[in-house]
Structures are given as C-alpha cells and as structure tokens.
C-alpha cells in the first residue's frame, strides 16, 4: 500500500499568516495514464470532508483562492496564503491513483 | 442541490451484520463510481471500498481489513448505494461516509470526493 505522511501533524497558525502542510507518498503517485490523482481534503470539526484540491493544483469550484497546491511525483504540499479562522480543522492528503486509496494521518490546524 | 444521505447505522454485537445505505439526489447517480470512507472516533480517514458505474461494469474494489467481509452493491433505480457489513469486529466501529470517487464519462472527468453524506454511525460492542 502507498503510505502518506503528512507534517507537521500540528499546525498553530497566526489570523492572517500563511500556512504550509507537506505530505510524502511512499511510490510514485503518477497514474500510468499521465495523471497524478492526489487530492486534499478539509475537515471542519463536526462535518464530513471536503475537497480543496484535486490531481495536486486543481482547485475545486467555490474553494477560496487563498488555498494553493503544488508537487509532484512524491512530495506535495497544500499552501493557505492568510489564514481565516473558518479554516480551523483538519487536513488530510489523500491519493487515488492506487488501490488502496490512502490518506495521511491529518493536520490539524488551529489559530494560535 | 447535491445530497448524499447515509443511513442504517447503528449498534451492533461483535460478528454481527449490518447494512447501511446512502442514498442520492442532485445529480446522475447511475454514472458515478462511489466509495465508502470510514473515521473511527478521533481518528483519520479510511477508505472501505469502491464500486463503479453499470456502465463501466459495475465491479468493486476493497480495502485489505474488509475484504471478504463487506460487500457493496448500487440500485441505480433508487439512487441507492448499499453497504452489506459482515462478521463485524469491533475495529469496525466508525462513521461511514459515502462520497463520489473519481471517474471519466463522454463529458470528461469528474474528480472525487466532491460529494459526502453527513455519515452513519456503526457501533460494534458487545
């Protein structure tokens, strides 16, 4: 199975800085059709996840332009350029491109 | 407006089964690939399963700790996703989440984890 490790797990963020969480894949995540099907997800205590970013840099309709994703291959990362206090939560990457899927253990990011 | 509505949750002893079911609106069930996704109390996120659209063969994929024991299946005509939960261990116990996986129709792709029901809590204590 393909393992994802986020860092840090912990992330206590100023209102208004930026926030940066990394996550490593223990293979390749370039799907043998060219694409890589890695995705973050957002979850907010109380609710169930929610797609920010899909095949690394996609930002999926209605999700704010302050989140970014970049990365390739094994290593990416999730970026919020001024964090909002709604985006308290956790973060978790995920990838799709093969079985199982997997996910990171989450980050959660909270306001200092 | 998209809805997943998970049901049939509930408290179950240990070797028991269950079956829960997710139900969908606001978009073209029959073409989705979906998938389980499971979070045990205060854990992360657990991928359980997959099953394609009847149109792409309809065939399912499982996780390792459930495999030959879970069996989900799709009732394109209800709108319905089932999940049939057997020989249930107590490390079964989670919230189960139904949600859209990624998939290619003749309009392009559709990236998953789009769609998420509220969940079904699945307890297994005896």
């Known amino acids: 199975d393909i393992v994802m490790t986020q860092t840090p797990l912990s992330s206590p963020v100023t209102l208004g800085q930026p926030a940066s969480i990394s996550c490593r894949s223990s293979?390749?995540?370039?799907?043998?059709?060219?694409?890589?099907?890695f995705s973050w997800l957002q979850q907010r205590p109380g609710h169930p996840p929610r797609l920010l970013i899909y095949?690394?840099?996609n930002r999926f309709s209605g999700v704010p332009d302050r989140f970014s994703g970049s990365g390739a291959g094994t290593d990416f990362t999730l970026q919020i350029s001024r964090v909002e206090a709604e985006d308290v939560g956790v973060y978790y990457c995920?990838?799709?491109?093969?079985?199982?899927?997997?996910f990171g253990q989450g980050t959660k990011v909270e306001i200092k | 407006e998209v809805q997943l509505v998970e049901s049939g949750g509930g408290l179950v002893k240990p070797g028991g089964s269950l079956r829960v079911s997710c139900t969908a609106s606001?978009?073209?069930?029959?073409?989705?690939?979906m998938s389980w996704v499971r979070q045990a109390p205060g854990k992360g996120l657990e991928w359980v399963g997959r099953?394609?659209?009847?149109?792409?063969?309809?065939?399912?994929d499982y996780a390792a700790p459930v495999k030959g024991r879970f069996i989900t299946s799709r009732d394109d005509s209800k709108n319905t996703l089932y999940l049939q939960m057997n020989s249930l261990k107590t490390e079964d116990t989670a919230i189960y989440y139904c949600?859209?996986?990624?998939?290619?129709?003749?309009?392009?792709?559709?990236?998953?984890?789009?769609?998420w029901g509220q969940g079904t809590l699945v307890t297994v204590s005896s």
């Open positions: 949600t859209t996986d990624d998939y290619y129709d003749s309009s392009g792709y559709h990236p998953g984890w789009v769609y």
């Open positions: 606001g978009f073209t069930f029959s073409k989705a690939w």
């Open positions: 099953i394609k659209s009847k149109s792409d063969g309809g065939t399912t």
């Open positions: 293979q390749s995540l370039v799907h043998r059709d060219g694409n890589t099907y």
């Open positions: 095949k690394i840099s």
């Open positions: 995920m990838q799709s491109t093969q079985f199982p899927w997997t």
